[in-house]
């Protein structure tokens, strides 16, 4: 896969994304949609309407009692006086009085109008008559003007859906600016001027209708309304008739259809209130938007493609999301339509190209695979689509085959196989490895060298031995699958290979032992047996022309026992390394009786006491009596040699608690050394005099045994408290 061609289709999708927001939002395409969320989330901004704005209507009621519409004027002067006399704050009397009525009653409201001092009355514009475009305020009759204490437009303009949503507070025209009669409203208030506002336009969270207190016209002309409730108010009076003044379609939670002056009246409420809603700019509504889709496309570059589906799921939640906080809580409109609708867009399209460079990849390299310099022409559609699938299914089952048989031939190699990746990562083990790290599986995916970290292992030699927890020793080879690879090394193997290889693990811990017993042996020739035959020959010598020489013969005949001694256990133990055993049912107490009367001379020399404890019936074993009775003589002369004179050597027979025959042979000695309790089976010991006359092959014998019969042996010593050796057999 060309990797540049697709950062370069990926770099011009997301270009085309952030113009084709910035397109969205400019041309208001999107506009309906925006205008839809609006109407759902805007009740969730709006405030509680004020106590202290009034509705006086000109309804059905108040035409059916005081006559048709128009009606004279001195039933407005009417309205006037009872609300001047009721002392209320604001009155906007929201009906046009373009045309004269009569004088009478034209001074009359004028008269009314002045007495109060707090009428506003709206105006409205007019196309020009004139060949000049262009539109003029109309304003009422010049003496109402005068009379009032201020106008302001009432225009209304429904969104392109028809539903009223905002007021223009400004209205610009050739001629000048012309505020709205609202802001006349706020002006005339005084004391509520901070809720006059700099915007040009406002968006209007519309409350539901009767959330305003409304009273007909007939009962307040009347006097049924007590003048109580208007004191200290802004009244707002206008028609609700039936065929009178305006109806605009209004979304209060759903869409419904208010009169003008209850549209009046909400406007007011939110400057009052400060809860008139400011769109965002589109600067700040482009700049959200490529920064979502920033986030979009890097999601699409770094994460696998189902994580790019949950990351545009995420991204129109959350421009939801601020787009529903901002309106709350800031009062602040954000139309996220444009950066969402391209976010649907840009995920399958980057999908449809990621999947193309995929296909035309895995196609080309099916084809190198297959041997084959190019695809077939003719094929298009599905059945292009059909023979792609097909070579992908023929490669793949060819993979598979391959990999069974590697694992076939892994399976069969007599050693531990550890196949890697060329990251170092462990791919695949056989049985045997299996077997050696058991941990693989458990922990999921490693490196070489985490796998053997977990094993206990260590790697030395170089990089070419590996030693297990429990002591074996393997031979590491490994096959680079790529021949410019470096050769393994301690290095290399834990910090993970470069390169695709496949490691066999060959056991050597024989090998390895028997290195050890040939230096002990070389050892135990240089010195152990060479020892006594030197001092044999010096002993000689100087007894060559003595007359009185028998403690030095004496002497001579020691050493000269000591090296017998050495020679027949070397023998016997190499015998016993090599020699097959020879089991058969014997009676243990018999040979721990036959081993104590061999015992019996050197002990009366020192007159030491062996004590046996035995059953009484006979103890059966299935064991080699040759070796057993080795090992008995080997561990009761012993104690009879380093016991002192006068104390007792303790031989008895019996059970362990698992039910294996247990024996037992103490002396009252001083105990073994401690350079010889750290390794009292050491094959050719310490030699220190500490250790006594002989350090050879006694006790590496007599493990030897043990471990051939699949037995146990400990050893208890104290410094002048004497030796305890316990073995425990199978029976």
């Known amino acids: 896969m060309k990797m540049r061609r697709l950062l370069s289709e990926w770099a011009g999708l997301f270009a085309l994304s952030i113009l084709g927001a910035v397109a969205l939002q400019s041309s208001g395409i999107t506009q309906r949609i925006d205008n839809q969320l609006l109407d759902k ?43 001047d006399a009721a002392e209320a704050r604001v009155v906007v009397l929201d009906v046009l009085f373009l045309e004269p009525g009569s004088r009478k009653d034209d001074a009359a409201l004028e008269s009314a109008m002045q007495k109060a001092g707090n009428v506003l009355l709206p105006h409205t514009f007019t196309a020009r008559t004139n060949s000049v475009a262009g539109i003029d305020p109309l304003y009422p009759l010049p003496q109402f003007v ?99 003044g305006d109806r605009y379609s209004v979304a209060a939670g759903d869409v419904t259809l208010m009169t003008g002056v209850e549209t009046q009246a909400n406007l007011l409420s939110a400057l009052m209130t400060n809860s008139a809603i400011d769109p965002l700019d589109a600067l700040w509504q482009n700049t959200l938007a490529t920064v979502a889709l920033i986030a979009l496309f890097a999601s699409f570059w770094y994460l696998a493609p189902r994580y790019g589906l949950y990351a545009a799921l995420v991204l129109i939640v959350m421009l939801l999301a601020i787009s529903a906080a901002l309106l709350v809580w800031a009062r602040i409109w954000l139309p996220a339509a444009p950066a969402i609708i391209m976010i649907v867009l840009a995920y399958p399209l980057w999908s449809w190209r990621r999947l193309g ?78 077997q050696l790290f058991p941990s693989w599986q458990s922990q999921g995916e490693q490196t070489l060298a985490e796998l053997f970290l977990f094993a ?156 046996q404890h035995l059953p009484a019936e006979p103890r059966f074993a299935d064991v080699d009596a040759s070796l057993i009775a080795r090992m008995l003589d080997n561990l009761i002369g012993n104690a009879v040699k380093y016991s002192p004179e006068n104390t007792v050597v303790d031989v008895s027979l019996g059970a362990s608690n698992r039910g294996d025959l247990q024996i037992s042979v103490a002396d009252q000695g001083a105990g073994l050394p401690e350079v010889r309790i750290k390794d009292p089976f050491a094959r050719f010991g310490a030699h220190s005099s500490d250790a006594g006359p002989s350090a050879g092959l006694g006790l590496a014998l007599v493990k030897k045994v043990v471990d051939a019969h699949g037995g146990m042996i400990e050893v208890a010593s104290r410094k002048g408290a004497g030796t305890r050796f316990t073995i425990n057999l199978r029976s």
């Open 41 to 83: 989330l805007a009740p969730l901004a709006r405030a509680p309407m004020p106590n202290d704005i009034a509705l006086i209507v000109i309804d059905d009621r108040s035409l059916a009692e005081i006559g048709a519409w128009p009606w004279p004027r001195r039933h407005h002067a009417q309205l006037l006086d009872r609300l």
């Open 146 to 244: 005068a009379a009032a204490a201020g106008t302001g437009h009432v225009v209304a303009e429904p969104d392109g859906d028809g539903i009223l949503r905002r007021f223009d507070l400004v209205f610009a025209t050739d001629k000048g600016e012309f505020e709205h009669l609202a802001l006349k409203a706020l002006a005339q208030m005084g004391d509520s001027a901070e809720g006059r506002t700099e915007r040009k336009s406002a968006l209007i969270p519309f409350h539901s209708e009767g959330s305003i207190a409304k009273h007909s016209a007939s009962d307040v002309i009347s006097g049924a309304v007590l003048p109580e409730f208007f004191a200290g108010k802004t009244v707002l009076i206008g028609a609700t008739a039936q065929g009178l």
């Open 357 to 434: 460079h995929v296909s035309r990849y895995l196609d080309s390299e099916a084809l190198r695979m297959m041997g084959s310099s190019a695809a077939p022409e003719g094929h298009r559609g599905m059945e292009y689509l059909a023979r792609q699938v097909q070579r992908i299914s023929g490669l793949i089952h060819a993979v598979e085959d391959s990999l069974a048989h590697i694992r076939q031939v892994i399976e069969a190699a007599p050693d531990a196989m550890i196949v890697l990746d060329d990251q170092g990562r462990v791919q695949m083990l056989n049985e045997r490895a299996e």
């Open 456 to 611: 206990r292992a260590s790697v030395h030699n170089e990089g070419s031995e590996l030693t297990t927890d429990d002591g074996r020793t393997f031979l590491i080879a490994r096959s680079h699958l790529d021949a410019g690879s470096p050769q393994p090394s301690e290095r290399g193997l834990a910090r993970g290979a470069s390169a695709q290889n496949i490691l066999a693990l060959r056991e050597i811990s024989e090998l390895r032992r028997l290195d050890q017993e040939r230096g002990q042996m070389l050892e135990f020739l240089s010195h152990d047996m060479r020892t006594p035959q030197v001092a044999i020959i010096g002993l000689a010598r100087r007894s060559a022309g003595m007359r009185e020489s028998h403690d030095t013969m004496e002497r001579i005949r020691t050493q000269a026992e000591r090296t017998l001694k050495l020679a027949d256990d070397f023998v016997q133990l190499a015998r016993l390394e090599v020699s097959q055993l020879h089991f058969e049912d014997s009676d243990i107490g018999a040979l721990i009786e036959e081993a104590c009367d061999r015992a019996y001379v050197l002990a009366a020399a020192k007159r030491i006491r062996i004590e």
